[in-house]
Every structure is written in C-alpha cells, then in structure tokens.
C-alpha cells in the first residue's frame, strides 16, 4: 500500500500506526544523492551514538562510576530519558531503530545470525520498511554509517554479494566497519563501502579511535562539494560490547576502582540516581539472580580478577567516548553543533554472556564457558592484545543498577538503558530529565518529524509501509507532554514482556544467557511490576491484580500477532536448524566446495566446514615471487583459527587454539615461482578424553609429498562471533602471527577445491 500524506501527518502527529504486511526485499540500489535544496541546508545535522552493550547504570549522567564526561557534555545540552527501552538483543534493537518499526515486523525478531524461516525472524528487512536513513537521503541529506552492522542474513556476509541489506543497500552514502555482532579493536574486519580492508597501519591502533577519524572525514569531505548539505551519521562502537580492549593507559586509570566489588558498586549507584533524579526515591535494588555470589564471599585471587575484569570495560567505554568527544569538537570548530541533533543510546542493557567467571576469550562460551582459574592466566593482559575478553556477569547486574537481570531477558535490565537527546539549536532545555516511557522504534519517526522531513512514500521504488513507533518530539519541550502511549510489547527466546501505563507483565523463561542449550516449555507464569513505584522489580503483584494480568496478557496476545511474533522459540532451537540446513547443504554440495578464485569475509555458516571436518584442499597457484608469506586460504584468527599459508614460500598449516596456542606444519622447502599445484591433506581422528583432536596431515606440490606429520591439538569447533573464510587473503587478526591483514597474495590463486568426504569429522557437524 503505498503511504499517503494524510499518514506521514498521522505519523508525524505522534499515532503509531500498524501498517500491512511489509514488502518482499529487493535487489535495488541506492540512488544519486538529490542535490541539496534550501530549505534542506536549514535542516538539523543528525548523530546517533548507539553504544553496545551498555547498561542504564554504566554512563556516569545515569549514575555509573564509568567516566563519560562527553555524554555528560550531551546531557547537559538536552535531554536525559529515564524511561527508555529497546529490545535486549542488539540486531533486533538496531533493526528497529533504523527502520522505525516493531523488531518482529521487520523479521528480526532476535539475531540475525539466530535466523529462523518464518516472517519474524528471517533477517530480510522488508524493502517497504525503509530506514531513517532512505528517507533523510531522499530529502537531501548525506548518510554515513561508521562501526558494527549485524542486521544482515548470514548468507549476505560475503563480497559475492547482494548488497542490498549492507548499509549501502539501506540508505546509506558511505560504511566503514564491521558485518558482525563484535570485533577484534586491535585487528577489526573491516569493510569500505562494500570491500573489506585491513585496518590503518599506524602505532597504538585502536578502532574506537579509528572510527571517530572516520567519522570526522566523512562529515569533512561535504566540503568538496556542498558544505552546507546536512548530514546523518550512525556511529555505532563496537564498545561495549566483548571484546573489553582498551589502550593501557586507560585501563591504568581504573586500576582499583573497582575492588570495593559489584555489590557496593551497587548500593554507591543507586544512591547517585536517586540523587540525579533518574530513579525514583524508595527504589530498591533488585534481588540478585539465583546462584550469584556476594562480593564478600569470593576468594582474594577471584576479587583481583573480576575487579581487573570491570576496569578493562570501563577503560573501553570511556575511550569510546573520548572519541566521541573529538568528534563534538570537529563540530563545534565547524560551527555545525548547534544545529545538529545529538542522540546517545544503547542497543540493549549490559551483557551477562561471560557467564559467572567471565571469558579471557568470549567464544569459550559454547563449549561450557571458562573458570576464575582458566581466567587468572590471563589477568595480567585482560583487555589488551592476546585476549578477547568478557567480563563476569555480577558486572552486568551492577551496571544495569537498580533493574533485575540483563541482556537478552526480557525484565528492565534487558532493556531499560540510558538515552540522551541534545539539539542546541531546537531544544531549549538544559540538563533537563523525561521519564515519559520511550521505545527504540520511536527515535526514527522523532528524529523525521525534528527535521521536517516526511516520510518518503516509496524507496528504490517500493512503496513504503508506515513506522509503527511514536513521534515524541513534543517531550522535547515538556515533561508533561505525552510518550510512548498504549502497550508495548518485547520478545526474546521465550521470554516475554508487556509494558502499559507504567506497568510490566513479563516472564522468566530463559535467564542463564551465557547457556545457549536452553530448551524449556513456554508455560511460565506472567509476573506483574509497578514500574512506577518497583523499578527494580521486586515485588510481583500478580497474585494480587489478576485482572491486569489478564488484561495485559491479552495486548501481549494481540501484538504478537500483529508484529509476526509468532512461533515463539529457544535460542538452542536455532541451533538445531542450523545445523539441519547445514548438513542439507553438504549433501547438496556432495561435501564439495569449489572456488574458482579468491573470495572474502564468508561467514561460518557458508563457509566449508574446515574447522569441524578432515578434508583434502586442492589449488592451482602461479607465484609471482619466491619466499613470500601469504594465506592460501584462512578461518579464524590468532585465538582460534585455522589457516594454510606460505610462510616465507614454504607451505604451512597452522591451527590456533581459543588460548591462543598453536601449532603448525611446515614443508622444509620454499616453492619456486610459477605455476603448479598444491595439496593439503587434513585427517581428523576421534576427539580423545583431554578434548584433543589426532590429526594426520599432509602437504604435497607437484605430485611430492613437502610434509608429512601425525599432532593432537585442541583446534575449536567455533572460533567467535566475526571470524570469516577468506582465499588468499586473512582480515582482521590473522591466524597466522607475522602476517599483515590486507597484504596481497603473490601471484595468482585459482581453481581451489575443498573435498570433505572419507577425511574424518563427520561426527563434529558443528557449523
């Protein structure tokens, strides 16, 4: 259906509106900039800082010990939101954000990398659901996006292509980032436009500060052309989402600050937003989850880690927003600030998936997690390069002070975190506060009507359906002026949740979050909170108020399937079927793949299976030139990873472990420049009681055996969230050390096949 004026005025006048079913995607591309009319040069510049992973109570404008003084510089130009709330899963939330509608509606319900074949959640954004962006670009603003982009189906996360649910497929001028949920910050897998790249060469690397340069040049390079065209910039950090990296120096600043533990952390919280105004007095904290220890109750050698764990994630967040600091300062020297509109939110509240010891490397989350003792090697380099680290979950409780559990739950710490709106230029308050209930799919439709730009009535074609959340731009003025109104739903994995005039209803189905094997019935018993009085949710009223219960039960009811809810599942139910189309895929392929040349940033799920299965590799090479070092093919990286490379011209299998370990073999003579053929035999034997792998392994050129050797290693099944497949290439962390990410292959690589029948394996379908 395509949309009206009489509905961009509905919208803009601040009714949501459920709109029909949204349109099937489309291969189309972006078209040219429009030229930059008057009345767009009068419009706001629009910047949007989604931080990950980020609790209400870990900026220090909301009550946080972490140190933002440049939120703390937004807040006091605006606006500070004590009520807002997003999904507690960052594709979902950032899907909703951008597009202005209900997660589900726009078929990511949960992960993308979690997708299912069913409306809600198969991670093909509908072409009708146009971003924020689609409709600013249209008006005459430039689009840039700089950092994490996860939205996006699996089977897109490669350079073959399509594009069209990349950012530059979503409204968007320019990338530069990441096409994963996180990112090594030292060695990123980035992406330009729609290239990957390796990351600048340059002493002190870190991909905050990276991408604020990025940002402040793209906002730059209007000059060239027009400097007076507005601009939206999303700058979404990887911080702070895992991996907790940050500069030394950063780190040493929070040295001790946190050993007083996170249940003074806490208290100390608390009684700061009492005192800021952004809980109410009489809060109370939440009840801790069940089986958490009490700081008192931890040994001296577990209090130094967990204390070092909580000043790695607070030296990240704090650095990120130093940068964002730079960036406020570019403005303010263009004279540009006034009038743009500054927003600083996060996707959902802190994350408890390093479980109850923490992660010095967050992949070990799917083989059970990680001990304090498995940890404590590594407390000396936490959160520098050689980790990948995740803190302990009693951190996620704190930071999501006073509200009850974390990420991926549906109660308040899953969702309720900070927001922070600033529009020196529109906005007349100063330092003020709102508690007018907010929604992630609102900040689209508000930021459209800030600018006075409608929403467009078609994308690339395609008629658009209306944004489902709300315009609250009137609570720029007023503290009285209406929010978000009627029910809200929220939806993760089961558990479930329904937010109406103050009020939540919601269930405890799945809150161990760091277990990814949660299988249970979806029969739990709706519990019921005065959010208005019990912000921590610690008293259940649902006993007492049954007819509320019921009454909101039903609006859950009738928004679920409304919004493509509908089937409500386990996150290990995703699991299943990915490893179900996986093993379809391998009988489709006859354990097959075949390249007919070199080929980027694969995602896991599309990959072959090299780190799960023996197999013979063949290829073609011409080499340019004798002894270079370069990947043949590569999985993974320095903490976990698989690769086949010429070291200095000799072939070489390394394998790396989730530690760091490795191990390799290597043929005794360099290849001489030219053409010929290579082999690589890889056969896995029967996984033995110390987890270790026997593995036979075979290296051949030219029909001659190079090496020949039998190891036992521990190689991961799963090597972490942004790991790809590349041929003659390895970005981001290479898994072989001495490697550049991003330096071209000698020569020509052509004609690689990957055979994975009679070579071992079979029993290890992880994929």
Known sequence: ????????????????????????????????????????????????????????????????????????????????????????????????????????????????????????????????????????????????????????????????????????????????????????????????????????QKPGYHLSADMADQAIAMIQSRGAADPQRPFFLYWATGAAHAPHHAPAEWIARYKGKFDQGWDKVRETILQRQIAQGTVPKGTRLAALPEGMPRWDSLSPEDKQLYARQMEAFAASLSYADAQFGRMLDALAAAGELDNTIVVVTSDNGASAEGGPSGLYNEAAVTGGGLTAADNRAFLDRWGAPGTYPHYAYGWAVAGNTPFRYYKQTTHEGGTHVPLVVAWPKGIAARGELRGQFAHVSDIAPTLLAAAGVPLAQTVNDVPQVPMEGQNLTATFASARA??????????????????????????????????????????????????????????????????????MAAAFADQAKRYNVAPIH?????????????????????????????????????????????????????????????????????????????????????????????????????????????????????????????????????????????????LPAYFGIPETFDLAADWGSPVLAGYRAGTPFPGKLTDVTFDFNGKGGGNLQVH
């Not at 079913?21 to 040219?32: E, H, K, S």
């Not at 605006?78 to 997003?86: A, P």
């Not at 070291?647 to 390799?664: E, H």
């Open 482 to 551: 209406p929010g978000h109104e009627g029910p809200q739903y929220v939806e993760l994995y089961g558990n479930k949740g329904l937010w109406q005039d103050g009020w939540q209803i919601v269930t405890s189905h799945r809150y161990r979050t760091w277990d990814w094997q949660t299988a249970k019935t979806f029969d739990e018993p709706w519990e019921l909170y005065d959010l208005r009085k019990d912000p921590g949710q610690t008293t259940d009223l649902a006993a007492k108020y049954p007819e509320r219960v019921a009454a």
């Open 1 to 200: 259906m395509t949309l009206r004026r009489s509905i961009v005025a509905l919208m803009l006048a601040g009714t949501a509106l459920a709109g029909p079913a949204l349109a099937d995607p489309q291969n189309a591309t972006p078209r040219a900039a429009p030229a930059a009319s008057a009345q767009s040069q009068q419009r706001p510049n629009v910047l949007v800082w989604l931080m990950d992973d980020v609790g209400f109570a870990q900026v220090s404008c909301f009550g946080g010990l972490v140190e933002t003084p440049n939120i703390d510089r937004v807040a006091a130009m605006g606006l500070r939101y004590s009520n807002y709330h997003t999904a507690p899963i960052c594709s979902a939330s950032r899907a909703a954000l951008l597009t202005g509608r209900m997660p589900h509606s726009v078929h990511i319900g949960g992960h993308a990398t979690a997708a299912r074949d069913f409306p809600g959640y198969d991670a093909h954004i509908p072409a009708g659901a146009g971003t924020i962006a689609a409709n600013l670009h249209a008006a005459g603003y430039a689009t840039y996006a700089v950092g994490k982009w996860d939205h996006l189906p699996n089977g897109d996360v490669s350079t073959a292509g399509p594009f069209n649910y990349w950012a530059t497929g979503q409204g968007f001028d320019r990338f530069y980032g990441f096409l994963s949920a996180d990112t090594d910050n030292w060695e990123p897998q980035l992406v330009r436009d729609q290239t990957p790249i390796g990351r600048p």
């Open 570 to 714: 386990n996150l290990s139910d995703t699991a299943g079927e990915s490893a179900k189309k996986a093993a379809e895929d391998f009988a489709r392929r006859g354990g097959k793949w075949h390249y007919a040349g070199p080929t980027s940033n694969l995602a896991s799920m599309i990959a072959p299976p090299v780190n799960t299965r023996g197999f013979t590799m063949t290829a073609k090479l011409d080499l340019a030139e004798a002894g270079a070092t370069a990947p043949i093919f590569s999985m993974g990286g320095r903490m976990g990873g698989i690769g086949f490379y010429l070291r200095d011209g000799k072939p070489t299998l390394v394998m790396n472990d989730l530690a760091g370990g490795s191990v390799a073999v290597t043929a005794a003579d360099a290849l001489a420049p030219g053409k010929q053929e290579i082999a690589l035999d890889l056969v896995r034997g029967q996984r033995e009681a110390t987890g270790a792998t026997p593995f036979e392994v075979k290296i051949s050129a030219g029909g001659k055996v190079l090496a020949q050797e039998r190891l036992s290693f521990v």
